[in-house]
């Protein structure tokens, strides 16, 4: 495989992984494979292995094929999980000619390879037919192999997506049904990745969908909770009734009641009545961002609510009966809390029905290319700027870095960077990552992971970014936390917690 190769290969397995509706998907793979190994025709197939069918998700001609698995190139394929190559396609044994005989189309030479997903099981082939100047070579195979790699997991991802439309369109009237889904898919969009914790949660998003269950998202600052909260509502039944969001940690103690439950008129001297988040959100969902921040005291109230879906508001004369989904959110380690008698266990189990871990950008490395092109993308077009491509340098610039203030950091910079940088590219000198000063983000100065838990090494990469932010912009915490992507509070409180003084 040539460096051209490589390089056009790099380019397209990228917009692979950034594409999630299933048409344009296949669409992208059979055009750039067809060009780059020069084949006449190039088919998906998805593979049933409850039926032992193939069928094409798509070919060039837009025909639709379906045969036994156990039959033909493909199928042999499918079963084995091995790469076939065939110079003299009529006469090997795994032809099956029926096919040529359905489409009128003559096959002499065949490469195929199976289509693989996370859990490395066989979901397709991609079958590429009669090479336009002779036989598929090693490097065809080479170059077809690397596409089905990378493949797999968005095609299973953009399958979900698909069927969830499918069965919506079954069971819902055609308008509803479609706007439904519009808003739903949206939402899911914006949850990029193709490592197994992202598509985890995008598969239990659409297990779920047809269920209003409590949900507990965990995960640190960053790491985009609110988007699988919106998510997990715009692709449920509640989906065209309220979401209604709140951040516990901003909340004042002596005002947390009145936020949450409402308050009547007259209750004190000025105080208009007022209705609260949870009256807000009836019939649709309520998000509670750092719940884990609640007093014992409002845990208490709240847990009442929940066991008898019915609130008071301050100065009422009765309860009010709601229903309200509840999603909850903390970055921090509420089972931890609970031993240290800061959170209540009745609670959490109550509020746990089904449990989502958003993960760190540090644990999922593969995807910080995808998730910086998107932002790329997202904020070119809010801005209205011409296209702009990272240089590889600042690619791996931007997967070396720690980002401690996780994805909500790495958008910030990627939106600086749009907004800053003239031209097409994003040179490595560009960027912006706060460190100490003379320090390269890409050492590990002074860090020995040596007997050293998970946690206690990530408390060492946050001390270190904090510290060297905050002495970039002489203690300012406003600008240090921009730059961190984190909010004031936020790093307000990472400072407390890993007691640096500032």
């Known amino acids: ?3 051209t190769d490589k390089s056009v290969l790099l380019t397209i397995i990228r917009r692979i992984h950034s594409e999630r509706e299933l048409a344009p998907l296949l669409n992208l793979l059979t055009r750039e494979i067809k060009e780059l190994i020069g084949a006449d025709l190039v088919s998906v197939f998805g593979f049933d292995r409850e039926r032992c069918e193939l069928r094409s998700f798509l070919t060039l001609d837009n025909q639709e094929i379906r045969f036994d698995a156990r ?6 394929v499918a079963m084995s999980g091995e790469s076939v190559n065939i110079e003299d396609a009529p006469n090997h044994p795994l032809f099956y000619t029926v ?3 359905q489409t009128g189309y003559r096959t002499q030479t065949v ?6 997903n996370v859990q490395e099981e066989v979901i397709g082939v991609c079958e590429a037919i009669n090479k336009q100047d002779g036989a598929f070579t090693k490097d065809d195979a080479e170059i077809l192999e690397t596409f089905a790699a990378h493949a797999g997991n968005a095609i299973e991802t953009a399958l979900l997506i698909h069927a969830l439309r499918k069965e919506h369109e079954r069971s819902e009237p055609k308008g509803q049904m479609q706007h439904k889904v519009e808003i739903g898919q949206s939402y899911l969009h914006n949850i990029v990745g193709m490592s197994p914790q992202i598509q985890a949660i995008v598969r239990l998003i659409d297990q779920i969908r047809e269920s209003s269950v409590d949900v507990l998202i965990q995960g640190e600052s960053g790491t985009g909770k609110e988007l699988v909260a919106s998510a997990l509502h715009y692709n449920s039944p509640r989906y065209n009734q309220p979401f209604v969001a709140l951040n516990c940690a901003a909340l004042p103690d002596n005002l947390v009641e009145s936020e949450l439950y409402g308050i009547e008129k007259g ?7 007022r209705i609260g988040k949870f009256e807000a959100a009836n019939g649709g969902t309520l998000f509670l961002d750092e719940i884990g921040d609640l007093s014992l005291t409002a845990q208490a109230k709240m847990l009442r609510v929940l066991q008898q879906r019915s609130i008071d508001r301050i100065g009422g004369q009765k309860p009010m009966p709601i229903d309200v989904r509840i999603i909850a959110a903390s970055n921090k380690n509420l089972e931890r809390a609970i031993q240290e008698h800061t959170f209540r266990p009745d609670l959490y189990y109550r509020l746990k029905v089904v449990r989502i871990q958003t993960p760190p950008l540090r644990e999922i490395p593969q995807d910080i290319p995808i998730i910086a092109n998107h932002f790329l993308k997202k904020h070119r077009g809010i801005m209205n700027v011409e296209p702009k491509q990272f240089t590889p340098a600042a690619m791996n610039l931007i997967k070396s870095y720690p980002w401690p203030g996780n994805a909500r950091q790495l958008e910030n910079e990627v939106k600086r960077l749009v907004a800053s940088v003239r031209g097409k590219t994003i040179a490595e000198q560009q960027l912006d990552l706060p460190g100490e000063p003379g320090e390269k983000v890409t050492q590990e100065k002074n860090l020995s992971y040596d007997g050293k838990t998970i946690d206690e090494v990530v408390d060492d990469i946050e001390r270190r970014m904090i ?3 905050l002495k970039k912009y002489c203690g300012n915490k406003q600008k240090a936390s921009q730059e961190l992507g984190l909010s004031r509070q ?3 409180k990472k400072l407390k917690r890993l007691a640096i003084t500032g």
């Open 71 to 76: 039959l033909g190139v493909a199928g042999a």
């Open 467 to 469: 510290e060297g932010a």
């Open 267 to 273: 209750v004190a001297t000025g105080v208009d009545k």
């Open 490 to 492: 936020g790093l307000v």
């Open 99 to 101: 096919v040529d005989s």
């Open 1 to 3: 495989m040539t460096e």
């Open 111 to 116: 490469l195929a390879v199976p289509i693989k």
